[in-house]
């Protein structure tokens, strides 16, 4: 079933496993902010890249962890592969 939501998105408790496919349209990709603390690792190899407002992008590596605090804008940039991302919404 297709959302309107530029991901395909499992849950397994409190963990939510995010994957970004090379299909998605950047423009889909869109500035955001959540309701929530989060904490997103990065769980395959990629070329995509983070941003949060009025930073520069940073590229986003496998393992790597990002503390992304409620009502904080931010957006991921394609890269050619795909980007499986799993998030925790947690209190900083």
């Known amino acids: 079933m297709k ?3 530029p991901y395909e998105e499992t849950k397994n408790g409190d963990l939510i496993k995010r994957t970004f496919t090379t299909d ?3 423009e889909e990709l869109s500035w955001h902010r959540d309701r929530e603390d989060r ?3 990065v769980i395959s190899e990629t070329d995509w ?3 949060f407002d009025e930073q520069l992008p940073i590229r986003l590596y496998k ?3 990002l503390r992304i605090p ?3 804008f931010h957006r991921v940039i ?3 592969t795909d980007l ?3 998030i925790m919404e947690t209190n900083f």
């Open 39 to 41: 904490i997103v690792k």
């Open 70 to 72: 409620k009502n904080t």
């Open 78 to 80: 394609k890269g050619k």
């Open 24 to 26: 998605v349209v950047s």
């Open 49 to 51: 890249l983070f941003q």
């Open 3 to 5: 959302t309107n939501k």
């Open 63 to 65: 393992n790597q962890e």
């Open 84 to 86: 499986v991302v799993e």
